[in-house]
């Protein structure tokens, strides 16, 4: 695929060509070799989009700012990983650099741009020292600086390490935090490409955007083009995580199936245990049920469904998840990095989040689920950035698809999975428990009560519900049981004597 092409064996030996005695990257070789115009149109014949999420052509955003005015442009390659489940950027920059450097100083090019930025995250420390090593290797290679290889090219390239958090996606606000401002996005047009960085024009890409313009000089734009779906073309990088087998970062071409990303690629759900749904795009993402895996990963068919490719993450969820307590944990994620500009943003996913939080402690209502659509299409609709057009998503599209759990939570107080704690208790059944008093030891509220040799019992009112009795419990054993809200079925036979009855 694309980033195999690209891999180099060691961070010194990137792939370089000879031309006139002097080091080139090959893809910027022949890119300097046309005119700008002729470089944004190979990169339309490819069909690129942006990897950022939200698809949009990388032509013709390159050509926006190209077309813009002014002596002074800019270009940045943003790799905050915001989500930092979904560490792509820092990957790409880690392993391989010189392709997404190779890239910024293509797009430089054919916009015009002499100074740029790489905006990542401050806690990634490995990753700063990759990257100055990087651009060191640039600079005693004549490819950074003034006059680049001859060829008139001027490009000066900085680190700038921030705090990022989700917010860190969103452009506008990504300019202002450059700027020393509070990361608040702002109203377009005018877009970044006309008026960014300093009011100047602003091309802004993120790292793999960056790296497949690399791949596709060095290549082709045929080649790319002909990767992929018809309107999602080359190759996507996925974070699969979750109960999936097999974790980690993977490429593949768009328009593959999901079913194919988990049980191909992935191996399937962890344990041999039944899919439940999936979760792609982040905490602002879409959630999918199974019905839909043999859907393509694409913009426009992940859109039909609600959902996103954003990040490139994809969590896997097995029966045992509890779609409402998921979807309590990605709104949480989102309302903590809204910046709070908008009123809806700011006030409906706190609101959002106090709804979820209540139907997963046993104190929803009926009303509760048509609220929280009405909720989530109301800032949907009236936030100014799409970060807050997407927090909604995963609340709106599990109650699509998963009605009938937040209904079981509200009306018949029960949690399906057995995660909510409200719903559920532990019980040992007497009819196994051998006396052994691990649990008894390991349980961190003193809930539990007996003695060697005797049945133990567990104290409902003092239980925390935290699982570790289970955990401890000897598999020969198997005593201890987690069930909802109703008491399993004692034993037939008699407590054996000397059994130790909690009193009463």
């Given at each position: 695929?694309?980033?195999?092409?690209?891999?180099?064996?060691?961070?010194?030996?990137?792939?370089?060509?000879?031309?006139?005695?002097?080091?080139?990257?090959?893809?910027?070789?022949?890119?300097?070799?046309?005119?700008?115009?002729?470089?944004?149109?190979?990169?339309?014949?490819?069909?690129?989009?942006?990897?950022?999420?939200?698809?949009?052509?990388?032509?013709?955003?390159?050509?926006?700012?190209?077309?813009?005015?002014?002596?002074?442009?800019?270009?940045?390659?943003?790799?905050?990983?915001?989500?930092?489940?979904?560490?792509?950027?820092?990957?790409?920059?880690?392993?391989?650099?010189?392709?997404?450097?190779?890239?910024?100083?293509?797009?430089?090019?054919?916009?015009?741009?002499?100074?740029?930025?790489?905006?990542?995250?401050?806690?990634?420390?490995?990753?700063?020292?990759?990257?100055?090593?990087?651009?060191?290797?640039?600079?005693?290679?004549?490819?950074?600086?003034?006059?680049?290889?001859?060829?008139?090219?001027?490009?000066?390239?900085?680190?700038?390490?921030?705090?990022?958090?989700?917010?860190?996606?969103e452009e506008t606000a990504m300019l202002r935090k450059l700027e020393g401002k509070l990361p608040m996005p702002s109203l377009r047009p005018p877009y970044p490409a006309v008026a960014g960085l300093k009011g100047k024009p602003t091309l802004i890409n993120n790292a793999e955007t960056l790296a497949h313009v690399s791949a596709i000089f060095q290549k082709g734009a045929d080649w790319y083009a002909g990767i992929g779906s018809k309107e999602s073309r080359g190759t996507?990088?996925?974070?699969?995580?979750?109960?999936?087998?097999?974790?980690?970062?993977?490429?593949?071409?768009?328009?593959?199936?999901?079913?194919?990303?988990?049980?191909?690629?992935?191996?399937?759900?962890?344990?041999?245990?039944?899919?439940?749904?999936?979760?792609?795009?982040?905490?602002?993402?879409?959630?999918?049920?199974?019905?839909?895996?043999?859907?393509?990963?694409?913009?426009?068919?992940?859109?039909?469904?609600?959902?996103?490719?954003?990040?490139?993450?994809?969590?896997?969820?097995?029966?045992?998840?509890?779609?409402?307590?998921?979807?309590?944990?990605?709104?949480?994620?989102?309302?903590?990095?809204?910046?709070?500009?908008?009123?809806?943003?700011?006030?409906?996913?706190?609101?959002?989040?106090?709804?979820?939080?209540?139907?997963?402690?046993?104190?929803?209502?009926?009303?509760?689920?048509?609220?929280?659509?009405?909720?989530?299409?109301?800032?949907?609709?009236?936030?100014?950035?799409?970060?807050?057009?997407?927090?909604?998503?995963?609340?709106?599209?599990?109650?699509?698809?998963?009605?009938?759990?937040?209904?079981?939570?509200?009306?018949?107080?029960?949690?399906?999975?057995?995660?909510?704690?409200?719903?559920?208790?532990?019980?040992?059944?007497?009819?196994?428990?051998?006396?052994?008093?691990?649990?008894?030891?390991?349980?961190?509220?003193?809930?539990?009560?007996?003695?060697?040799?005797?049945?133990?019992?567990?104290?409902?009112?003092?239980?925390?519900?935290?699982?570790?009795?289970?955990?401890?419990?000897?598999?020969?054993?198997?005593?201890?049981?987690?069930?909802?809200?109703?008491?399993?079925?004692?034993?037939?036979?008699?407590?054996?004597?000397?059994?130790?009855?909690?009193?009463?």
């Amino acid at each position: 695929m694309i980033f195999e092409q690209l891999q180099p064996s060691a961070l010194t030996e990137w792939k370089m060509i000879k031309d006139s005695g002097q080091p080139r990257y090959s893809g910027l070789a022949k890119a300097l070799k046309m005119t700008p115009a002729e470089v944004i149109e190979e990169i339309n014949k490819s069909g690129l989009r942006g990897r950022g999420g939200a698809g949009f052509f990388t032509a013709a955003k390159w050509h926006m700012c190209q077309a813009a005015s002014g002596s002074e442009k800019y270009l940045i390659c943003n790799a905050a990983d915001g989500d930092l489940a979904a560490p792509v950027g820092r990957w790409l920059l880690e392993s391989n650099p010189h392709a997404v450097l190779e890239g910024m100083l293509i797009g430089a090019y054919a916009v015009g741009a002499n100074r740029g930025y790489i905006y990542i995250n401050a806690a990634s420390q490995s990753m700063i020292e990759w990257l100055q090593t990087a651009l060191a290797q640039m600079l005693d290679n004549g490819l950074m600086g003034e006059n680049i290889l001859d060829s008139g090219l001027s490009f000066h390239i900085k680190i700038k390490a921030e705090a990022c958090d989700l917010l860190s996606g969103e452009e506008t606000a990504m300019l202002r935090k450059l700027e020393g401002k509070l990361p608040m996005p702002s109203l377009r047009p005018p877009y970044p490409a006309v008026a960014g960085l300093k009011g100047k024009p602003t091309l802004i890409n993120n790292a793999e955007t960056l790296a497949h313009v690399s791949a596709i000089f060095q290549k082709g734009a045929d080649w790319y083009a002909g990767i992929g779906s018809k309107e999602s073309r080359g190759t996507k990088l996925l974070v699969l995580a979750g109960k999936v087998a097999n974790s980690g970062i993977v490429e593949v071409p768009m328009g593959i199936t999901l079913r194919q990303v988990i049980y191909d690629i992935g191996g399937g759900v962890a344990g041999d245990k039944e899919l439940k749904a999936v979760f792609i795009g982040g905490p602002s993402g879409g959630c999918l049920p199974d019905s839909a895996l043999d859907i393509s990963l694409d913009y426009e068919s992940l859109a039909t469904e609600g959902g996103i490719i954003g990040s490139g993450g994809i969590v896997v969820a097995d029966k045992d998840t509890c779609i409402v307590d998921f979807a309590k944990e990605c709104l949480a994620i989102t309302k903590a990095a809204s910046c709070g500009k908008c009123v809806l943003c700011r006030e409906g996913t706190t609101q959002m989040l106090e709804i979820l939080t209540d139907i997963t402690a046993g104190k929803g209502r009926p009303e509760d689920v048509d609220l929280l659509i009405e909720l989530g299409e109301g800032i949907k609709a009236g936030s100014l950035c799409a970060y807050g057009k997407t927090a909604p998503s995963p609340v709106l599209t599990t109650i699509k698809h998963f009605r009938e759990e937040y209904e079981a939570h509200i009306k018949r107080k029960r949690c399906p999975a057995l995660v909510c704690k409200k719903y559920i208790s532990y019980h040992i059944l007497g009819d196994k428990c051998q006396g052994c008093q691990v649990c008894m030891q390991e349980c961190p509220v003193g809930a539990i009560d007996g003695g060697g040799g005797l049945i133990h019992v567990i104290d409902q009112d003092n239980c925390d519900k935290c699982g570790r009795c289970q955990e401890v419990c000897p598999a020969e054993y198997s005593a201890v049981t987690k069930a909802g809200s109703v008491k399993p079925k004692t034993p037939d036979e008699p407590i054996p004597v000397g059994t130790w009855k909690k009193k009463r």
